[in-house]
């Protein structure tokens, strides 16, 4: 029960940090106008240049920190096989991690919050979440009461934001 209840928790949060409308909810990196850096990359299909485009996106500074965050489908289909100009594959696959990938160095999560054709790279340490109540966890039994099942519910009061958009690009694929 709590695990489930967690888990619950996990994905609205993660919902909120991508997606997040900033009404009644976390400000996500993905709202419109949140970040200022952004840009395009091929519509056909991802090429080496278009990766390095993005990662000269960010400031050197946030280079250390700096993420991928991409939908699943962008990433096997089209990141995990490109080749550098030499002919190197840019992710290096962990055979003792095989979930763990590093895209040229820099770590990649993999999230289906991320909007599709969209890549997400910069410092995620930037973005700020913050409880401003704990997690509460309730129950109750009324609601099914000829059947004698009780209904729990997990609640927390949270908001989070960008707080250096300089931190952040954001390319999605191009329309033309």
Do not use: H, W
């Not at 695990?3 to 991508?18: H, M, P, S, T």
């Not at 910069?122 to 099914?144: H, Q, R």
Request: glycine share 6%.
């Amino acid at each position: 029960l709590v695990n489930r209840l967690a888990n619950k928790i996990e994905l609205a949060i993660d919902a909120a940090i991508l997606t997040g409308t900033g009404t009644n909810q976390a400000t996500g990196i993905l709202k419109s106008g949140e970040i200022d850096n952004t840009g395009t990359f091929t519509k056909a299909a991802m090429k080496y240049k278009d990766l390095m485009a993005i990662i000269a996106a960010i400031p050197t500074q946030y280079l250390a920190g700096a993420s991928f965050v991409m939908p699943r489908a962008l990433f096997f289909k089209e990141v995990i096989g490109m080749e550098d100009t030499a002919g190197n594959r840019v992710v290096v696959l962990d055979p003792q991690a095989p979930a763990k990938f590093n895209v040229i160095g820099y770590p990649v999560i993999i999230d289906d919050n991320c909007t599709a054709d969209t890549v997400i790279f910069g410092d995620l340490k930037e973005y700020k979440f913050n409880f401003a109540k704990p997690i509460e966890v309730t129950a109750d039994n009324s609601v099914a009461f000829r059947t004698g099942s009780t209904v729990y519910r997990a609640m927390c009061l949270a908001d989070g934001k960008v707080a250096d958009k300089n931190a952040f690009a954001v390319f999605t694929r191009s329309s033309t």
